[in-house]
Structures are given as C-alpha cells and as structure tokens.
C-alpha cells in the first residue's frame, strides 16, 4: 500500500510540476506572453554625414525621398562634403537637425530605428554640455543624416536628452 501511495504522490508531483513549466514558459492562454521587445524589429541604417553648421534654426526633422529634395537639404549644410549618391528606390535620408544653439558642445543623432506597432520609430539622442564644460560660445546648428531603408509605415520619433559630463 505504501508502494502505491508513494507511487501515486510521485505522479502528482510529476504532473503539478509539468504544468508549472508549462505555466512558466508560456503556455497559459491566461497570462500574457512575456514582451521581450520580439514585436519591435531593429532597422539597419547608415550615418552619411553630420555637423554643426546647418542654415535650419529649430529643431526639425526631414524624409528625404529624392534626388532633387537631397539637392536642395545637401545646399542647407553648410559644412557639408561632396554629396554623395542615395538610391532613393530602395533607400530614404532622414535629416535631424537640433536648431541653433548657443555653442558647438550641443550634438543630434540617431541612436536606434525600429518598426514598432505599425510604424517606424526613430530615437534620437540631443547632447548637450554639462556645467563642468568650457565651449566657444560660437553659434552652432547640429545635424545628422541617415540612410534607412524605404518604408510605408508612418515614421514618428523619440526624443532623449543627456548631458555630456566633461569633468
């Protein structure tokens, strides 16, 4: 009797656990599937140029989506190199720019591209200097240009701001 007690109690503990596992990997219609960020996928893009003199004075952000709008946004930069070649059919810039600033110790760029929920989300980091820093007060205007690849989703953005320690 005590073989089949023990028996018995081994196999409830064997199904009690099994559920548990079960419960715990999620499998359990009655909790929500852990969100581990597998609904956000991570795009790959290029930094094609940035700087600290643009003729844009307010914080603004561009899609570039031809040739001839990368014309006219490339004659904005004012510090800017020769204008590369973009394939518009497969690719788009997005242009970030801070507006003026009071020094050249404020910085903008992409830190991260995901397509989320629907739409392409853009993290954009705005660096400025800390109380510890020593800058030119010489107006600047920073910027920076990506390449992404061409979407239809809706594109919306995520500011985040940090301040660079320079002690």
């Known amino acids: 009797m005590n073989k089949v007690l023990l028996l018995l109690a081994t196999l409830i503990a064997v199904v009690i656990g099994g559920f ?5 990997d999620g499998g359990s219609p009655f909790l929500p599937a852990p969100d581990n960020g597998a609904g956000a996928a991570d795009i790959a893009f290029d930094k094609l140029t940035d700087g600290l003199h643009a003729s844009v004075d307010e914080r603004v952000n561009y899609v570039i989506t031809s040739a001839e709008e990368f014309s006219v946004l490339w004659d904005m930069l ?15 810039i997005l242009a970030i720019f801070a507006g003026q600033v009071p020094n050249p110790g404020y ?24 109380s ?3 800058e030119p007060q010489i107006v600047a205007s920073p910027y920076e240009l990506v390449v992404a690849p061409k979407t239809d989703l809706t594109l919306a953005h995520e500011d985040t701001a940090i301040v660079k320690d320079c002690k």
């Open 107 to 130: 910085a903008i760029g992409v830190s991260k591209i995901t397509d989320t929920g629907g739409k392409r989300l853009v993290y954009v980091t705005l660096q400025k200097p800390g």
């Open 132 to 134: 510890g820093c020593i």
């Open 20 to 24: 548990a596992i079960w419960l715990l």
């Open 78 to 92: 004012v510090d800017a190199k020769t204008r590369p070649t973009i394939d518009f059919s497969k690719n788009n």
